[in-house]
């Protein structure tokens, strides 16, 4: 489904001009999860690559030049942790087999990443600009220079999703959102961690200083078996 005329969502992930973006993998969660004496089977990274393999496998009549990962590659803070090194690189490996260049874009998880990049040595950067979209995680605006020319921005860092009500049941699903900032076409892209659908954007708190305002006209696509537009904000909160 193309969320705008030249971009289209494949999945959890946005395609245009031979560029392929995914957003928020924050491999390693497990393992932070099971130091807190939350114990999850560390089945995240097999769904990552499954997911990966099955976007490739949609797009494989079309050609794929450039993969950026919009942020929070890893989970961490402050440290590299064995399953993050390990996975990580494997991950990049796995990207690398369908194109060219890898692109990481710094989120704010990823604090310790320069190490995984020169490992692969693959290009670790603040944000991306590829024919006036600019790529940036979303955690902080870019300063002035980032946003001259630019007519449409992904973000990630939200992880955005939506509660939807049917009798008695509640079910969160994954979603992107659209809408403006500043007069440029804005997209918020969900998080590629399968284990978590990501932020209730009809209750809970909103991060991003790109979505301080109001979303009642941001339009919303829900991921599930195929992508749903379901129109605005503001109608999803009536229901």
């Given at each position: 489904?193309?969320?705008?005329?030249?971009?289209?969502?494949?999945?959890?992930?946005?395609?245009?001009?031979?560029?392929?973006?995914?957003?928020?993998?924050?491999?390693?969660?497990?393992?932070?999860?099971?130091?807190?004496?939350?114990?999850?089977?560390?089945?995240?990274?097999?769904?990552?690559?499954?997911?990966?393999?099955?976007?490739?496998?949609?797009?494989?009549?079309?050609?794929?030049?450039?993969?950026?990962?919009?942020?929070?590659?890893?989970?961490?803070?402050?440290?590299?942790?064995?399953?993050e090194w390990r996975n990580a690189l494997k991950f990049i490996d796995l990207l690398s087999k369908d194109c060219n260049e890898i692109v990481l874009i710094?989120?704010?998880?990823?604090?310790?990443?320069?190490?995984?990049?020169?490992?692969?040595?693959?290009?670790?950067?603040?944000?991306?600009?590829?024919?006036?979209?600019?790529?940036?995680?979303?955690?902080?605006?870019?300063?002035?220079?980032?946003?001259?020319?630019?007519?449409?921005?992904?973000?990630?860092?939200?992880?955005?999703?939506?509660?939807?009500?049917?009798?008695?049941?509640?079910?969160?699903?994954?979603?992107?959102?659209?809408?403006?900032?500043?007069?440029?076409?804005?997209?918020?892209?969900?998080?590629?961690?399968?284990?978590?659908?990501?932020?209730?954007?009809?209750?809970?708190?909103?991060?991003?200083?790109?979505?301080?305002?109001?979303?009642?006209?941001?339009?919303?696509?829900?991921?599930?078996?195929?992508?749903?537009?379901?129109?605005?904000?503001?109608?999803?909160?009536?229901?």
């Open positions: 489904m193309r969320i705008l005329p030249n971009i289209e969502i494949v999945d959890l992930a946005l395609y245009f001009n031979s560029t392929l973006v995914i957003a928020d993998v924050h491999i390693g969660y497990e393992e932070a999860l099971n130091k807190q004496g939350i114990l999850v089977p560390r089945l995240q990274f097999k769904e990552i690559v499954k997911r990966m393999n099955g976007i490739f496998a949609i797009l494989r009549d079309k050609k794929i030049e450039r993969i950026v990962v919009n942020g929070d590659l890893k989970h961490e803070f402050g440290t590299i942790s064995e399953q710094k989120g704010n998880h990823d604090t310790i990443l320069g190490p995984i990049a020169r490992k692969r040595n693959v290009k670790c950067v603040d944000y991306l600009v590829v024919d006036s979209i600019l790529i940036t995680h979303g955690n902080k605006i870019p300063d002035k220079t980032a946003l001259k020319g630019i007519k449409n921005i992904i973000i990630g860092h939200e992880h955005p999703a939506v509660s939807l009500r049917e009798g008695p049941r509640v079910e969160q699903f994954k979603c992107f959102l659209k809408g403006k900032y500043k007069g440029r076409n804005l997209i918020v892209q969900p998080s590629f961690n399968t284990m978590v659908e990501g932020t209730d954007i009809l209750r809970d708190k909103i991060l991003s200083p790109f979505l301080k305002q109001n979303l009642d006209n941001f339009e919303v696509y829900v991921v599930e078996d195929k992508v749903y537009g379901f129109g605005k904000l503001k109608g999803l909160r009536k229901r």
